[in-house]
Structure formats: structure tokens, C-alpha cells
């Protein structure tokens, strides 16, 4: 049962390079979400998707893109990274059911943009 | 917008004793969704507890417990009996129902109290 899986785990970037963090869920949830958090600064909502296909922007969108194509796929994609983009990246997914609403994580992603 | 506010970056308890974290929250809904979510250094969220708005009674979950004030937007998490497992991140956390047709389940987070348990 493997819940959220997120790759990689750690990354180390130079600015301008490119690349993508993958999410997969087997848990056959609607909701997908990206967030980043610093230190400081809690978790904040990058983008997040409501179902395959779908995506929406939510508090810190810039610098950052983001594809559903399949349902249990969530990709966060940084086009040139920049240093401010340093930072612990979590996605997390539910259902879209107002029974069920626990919120389950991935273990994060540690990026670092030198 | 919602908001969630921690009020104490850092916090520490004496190991077996209690310790309370506050939490407050704006917001100009009547029904919600509270969350309480510890994070420990391996970096993974886990949900500790959770409460309903419409719901008066406080939630509990063994040691853990909150102190819901609907009127004065705040809940707090009381930790009974600390144990040196308990020492983390802990976020309190906000999210309005699927009904509300706000489009999404996303959370609203706190910035975090860190707490130290003291053997």
C-alpha cells in the first residue's frame, strides 16, 4: 500500500537548469495538490488539479508548471530554476468525498538551487 | 481569505507533562474543517487530529486533544503525558467542504510550533 510517492526525494539544481517532480498516488483520489514549504513559512499551495486534465493555481504559482495527465499522476515542472525555489516541495492528495477528509502527503522532495 | 495563525514559533515540554499549542484562524465561513498535523524530522506529515465546526464536542485521539472556540476562531492542541516520540513540527491546518463549492480541498497551514520534549 503505498499511499503518495514522490521522485526524487533530494535534488540539487543549478539556476537556469530545468526539471520535473513527479507525484503518484494509488489511492484513486480526485484531488491532487502541490506545496512548497519554508522555513518559517508553513506549507503554502503552489497548484493544485481536481481531476485528469485539470489543473488550478493556487497561492505561489510563479516559476512553477504543472500537468494531470493521468489521474494518479501529478507533475511539478521548473522551467529555469532559481535559487528562491530552494526549498521542501510536498504533494498530497484526497478524495473527493466529504466523508473522507484526511489530506495524505508524500514524503517530500528537499531541492536545492545553487 | 483564510488564515491560520501560530503564535509560538517554539515551544518545550517537560517529558510526561502537558503542554498546549495554540492556533487561531479568520475566517467568515460557519462550516469548516480544523486539522492538527505533526511533522517529526523524517519530514513526513501526519495527521493528528481533526475537527468538524458544526460539531461542539471536542475531538480526541489518546493523549492529543483540542479546545475548539468557534466564536473566538482558536483551537489549541493539548498534548497529556509527553513523550520524546512527540518532539516535532506541528501545523494547524484549515480547509472548507466540498459543499462550499470553494473548487478545491486545499489546506490553509500555519507557519508551525516546534516542539521540544525535554527527558
Not at chain 1, 81 to 91: E, K, N
Not at chain 2, 33 to 51: A, D, E, G, T
Given at each position: 500500500n503505498a499511499g503518495v510517492t514522490q521522485t526524487p526525494k533530494f535534488r540539487v539544481l543549478k539556476t537556469g537548469q530545468s526539471m520535473t517532480l513527479l507525484?503518484?498516488?494509488?489511492?484513486?483520489?480526485?484531488?491532487?495538490?502541490w506545496y512548497r514549504q519554508d522555513p518559517g513559512m508553513g506549507l503554502r499551495l503552489i497548484h493544485y488539479s481536481v481531476g485528469e486534465g485539470t489543473t488550478a493555481k493556487g497561492e505561489v504559482p510563479d516559476g512553477y508548471n504543472v500537468s494531470r495527465l493521468k489521474k494518479q499522476n501529478f507533475l511539478l515542472g521548473l522551467e529555469s530554476?532559481?535559487?528562491?525555489?530552494?526549498?521542501?516541495?510536498?504533494?498530497a492528495s484526497n478524495l473527493n468525498r466529504e466523508s473522507s477528509t484526511e489530506a495524505f502527503f508524500g514524503q517530500g522532495t528537499r531541492l536545492t538551487v545553487v | 481569505a483564510q488564515t491560520v495563525t501560530?503564535?509560538?514559533?517554539?515551544?518545550?515540554?517537560?517529558?510526561?507533562?502537558?503542554?498546549?499549542?495554540?492556533?487561531?484562524?479568520?475566517?467568515?465561513?460557519?462550516?469548516?474543517?480544523?486539522?492538527?498535523?505533526?511533522?517529526?524530522?523524517?519530514?513526513?506529515?501526519?495527521?493528528?487530529?481533526?475537527?468538524e465546526a458544526y460539531k461542539q464536542q471536542n475531538a480526541t485521539e489518546n493523549r492529543f486533544s483540542v479546545n475548539f472556540q468557534k466564536a473566538a476562531k482558536s483551537f489549541s492542541l493539548k498534548i497529556s503525558d509527553s513523550q520524546l516520540g512527540d518532539a516535532a513540527m506541528y501545523f494547524c491546518a484549515y480547509r472548507l467542504p466540498l459543499y462550499s463549492g470553494a473548487g478545491s480541498y486545499q489546506l490553509t497551514f500555519g507557519k508551525g510550533t516546534k516542539l521540544s520534549v525535554i527527558p
Open positions: 507525484c503518484a498516488q494509488d489511492m484513486n483520489h480526485e484531488y491532487m495538490y530554476a532559481a535559487p528562491s525555489q530552494t526549498s521542501v516541495y510536498f504533494c | 501560530q503564535s509560538q514559533p517554539e515551544m518545550s515540554v517537560q517529558e510526561a507533562e502537558t503542554v498546549t499549542l495554540s492556533c487561531t484562524y479568520d475566517t467568515s465561513e460557519s462550516d469548516y474543517y480544523l486539522f492538527w498535523y505533526k511533522q517529526p524530522p523524517s519530514r513526513q506529515m501526519i495527521l493528528v487530529i481533526r475537527q
